[in-house]
C-alpha cells in the first residue's frame, strides 16, 4: 500500500529553522527581535521602589508646645492677679493705719490742746477766805470752779462749802466734788481717831500718811471715802481747836486738788 495515497491532508512544509550544522536556522523564526512591533513586544511593568517615609511628629510638637506655652502664661497672669489683689488689699489696709493713726494724732492733739485750754481758763485763781472766827482759811482755787457755802458757821457748828467746776450740783454723800471743805468744831485727834478706824478695817481700801500744810502736821487718806462709794483724797490737819477737812471726791481732780493745797494759809 502506497503510503502517498494515505487520505492525509496536504500540509505545507513549515520552516521551524533548525539546526544548521553550526547551529540554529535564526532566519527561520518570524519573531526575530528586528522584527517585533511595539505592539508585539511584551509589556514590561516599572517599580518604582522609594524609601519608606517616617512619620511626621511635628504638628505633635507644635500642640505640645502651645499647651505648656498656654499653662505658663495661665500661671503667670494667675500669680500677676494675686499679687495684686494682694498688694490692693495690703495697700488698702495700710492706707486705713495711716489714716487711723493720723485721726489718732489728731484726736491726742485735740486733747492736749483742750487739757491746755482747760487749764489756761483756770487763771488767775480766785482766792477763797473762810470765817474769821474759824483761823481764816484761805487757798487758791481754779476761776472755772464754782462755789456753794452750804453752812456759813455764824453761829458756831460746823463750817461746810463746796466747789466744783462750772457748778454745784445737789450735795450729797455720794455726790462727786471737786472739793469740799470742813471746819469741824472738834478737836483734830477726835476727828482724825474716827478715820483711823476705818483705815483699820478688815477690808479697808483707804491708806493714810503724814504730810504737812502751811507748815503744820496733817494727815492724808487716799482710796476709799467712809460711808461712801467714792474714791479720792482726804487731807485733815488742825486749826486752833477744830479741824479742817479738804476732801476731792474723784482723782481726776488730784492735780488740782495737791495744787490749791500748796497754796493754804490761815491764822493759828
Excluded: C, H
Excluded at 526575530?32 to 518604582?48: C, L
Excluded at 488698702?92 to 486733747?111: L, P, Y
Excluded at 486749826?239 to 495744787?259: C, E, G, S, W, Y
Amino acid at each position: 500500500m502506497d503510503n502517498q495515497n494515505v487520505g492525509l491532508p496536504n500540509v505545507p512544509p513549515v520552516s521551524m529553522g533548525g539546526y544548521n550544522g553550526g547551529g540554529y536556522n535564526a532566519g527561520a523564526y518570524n519573531m526575530g527581535a528586528q522584527g517585533m512591533t511595539p505592539e508585539n513586544r511584551p509589556m514590561i511593568q516599572q517599580v518604582n521602589l522609594l524609601p519608606k517615609q517616617k512619620k511626621d511628629y511635628s504638628g505633635l510638637i507644635k500642640t505640645i508646645v502651645i499647651i505648656i506655652v498656654s499653662l505658663v502664661a495661665a500661671t503667670f497672669i494667675g500669680l500677676f492677679v494675686w499679687m495684686k489683689v494682694e498688694y490692693d488689699y495690703m495697700n488698702a489696709n495700710w492706707q486705713s493705719e495711716i489714716d487711723k493713726a493720723v485721726a489718732e494724732g489728731k484726736n491726742e492733739q485735740f486733747n492736749l490742746d483742750e487739757a491746755e485750754r482747760k487749764e489756761t481758763e483756770k487763771y488767775p485763781y480766785k482766792i477763797f477766805s473762810g470765817p474769821a472766827d474759824y483761823g481764816q482759811l484761805t487757798f487758791e482755787y481754779p476761776k472755772t470752779w464754782s462755789v456753794y457755802v452750804a453752812a456759813a458757821a455764824e453761829k458756831g457748828g460746823d463750817f461746810n462749802a463746796y466747789f466744783n467746776p462750772n457748778q454745784v450740783d445737789a450735795v450729797g454723800k455720794d455726790t462727786i466734788n471737786a472739793l469740799r471743805v470742813t471746819i469741824r468744831d472738834k478737836s483734830f485727834e477726835d476727828v482724825t481717831a474716827e478715820y483711823q478706824r476705818a483705815v483699820e478695817q478688815r477690808d479697808s481700801k483707804l491708806t493714810v500718811e503724814s504730810v504737812t500744810v502751811n507748815g503744820v502736821q496733817a494727815n492724808r487718806y487716799t482710796g476709799m471715802i467712809p460711808n461712801t462709794d467714792l474714791s479720792g483724797i482726804i487731807v485733815i490737819f488742825k486749826i486752833r481747836d477744830k479741824a479742817v477737812i479738804m476732801q476731792t471726791d474723784n482723782m481726776l481732780f488730784k492735780d488740782d486738788f495737791d495744787k490749791l493745797l500748796q497754796t493754804v494759809t490761815f491764822n493759828a
